[in-house]
């Protein structure tokens, strides 16, 4: 599936570095997320953007900082980052993260690879 | 707190039929989706129940009892392809909390 789409694919980078995530839908979602995925362990959801407000922080480091343009384009700003943050960094979109009820299945990128060295 | 069980593992053989349970505590429950995951590949969505029974979408049924926070999916005529992880996930409070994840190994 082509309709969200995660670059780089890999990043590898020291702890010193800066570097972004860049994360692109073409379903015309109006949310849009991002997940950390560590082996064996459940996706853990970040942020979530709705209509390009920021309806959630999980609690995340201020290491990560997300940046959402437009309802299209989500960005996850690294800096400084740590060891442990080496993980599977996945976005996703749905129409709308207000509406609780109802079936609004979430569609996954698949994901950026991060190495911390 | 929240927290959701399903079994790590699970290995079948080709054409067999495999079920994963999952158990969930919540509060705010909406309704408990599935998602697919090949190895280094996007989570995909498989399914939805958010009313008490059976959900059937070709070879793959899920299932939801309210009451019990309980629900499993069923994966029948097992094929090779269906090796991967299956993850449970509740919708609560318009926001997805996923389980760890069942990695189902297919044999043939």
């Known amino acids: 599936e082509t309709g969200v789409t995660q670059t780089p694919r890999h990043l590898v980078m020291g702890m010193t570095n800066k570097k972004s995530l860049k994360c692109e839908q073409h379903?015309?979602?109006?949310?849009m997320y991002w997940y950390k995925q560590s082996a064996k362990k459940p996706l853990e959801l970040m942020f979530v953007y709705n209509f390009k407000e920021q309806t959630e922080n999980n609690s995340v480091p201020s290491r990560f900082s997300p940046e959402c343009p437009n309802s299209s384009h989500l960005f996850l700003h690294l800096h400084t980052l740590q060891p442990e943050d080496s993980a599977l960094y996945l976005c996703?979109?749905?129409?709308?993260?207000?509406?609780?009820?109802?079936?609004?299945?979430?569609?996954f990128g698949d994901g950026t690879r991060l190495s911390i060295l | 707190g929240q927290s959701l069980e399903q079994p790590s593992e699970v290995t079948a053989v080709e054409g067999a039929i495999v079920q994963i349970n999952c158990t969930y505590q919540?509060?705010?429950?909406?309704?408990l989706s599935w998602y697919q995951q090949h190895d280094g590949g996007a989570p995909t969505f498989l399914s939805y129940n958010a009313l008490d029974g059976l959900e059937e979408t070709g070879r793959f049924s899920s299932f939801l009892s309210r009451s019990d926070s309980y629900g499993y999916l069923l994966l029948q005529e097992l094929q090779m392809k269906d090796s991967a992880s299956y993850f449970c996930a509740v919708n609560s409070w318009g926001k997805l909390q996923f389980g760890a994840g069942t990695q189902v190994v297919v044999t043939p």
């Open positions: 379903l015309g979602h109006n949310a």
């Open positions: 919540t509060s705010g429950f909406y309704g």
């Open positions: 996703a979109s749905s129409q709308d993260s207000s509406q609780g009820e109802g079936n609004q299945p979430q569609h």
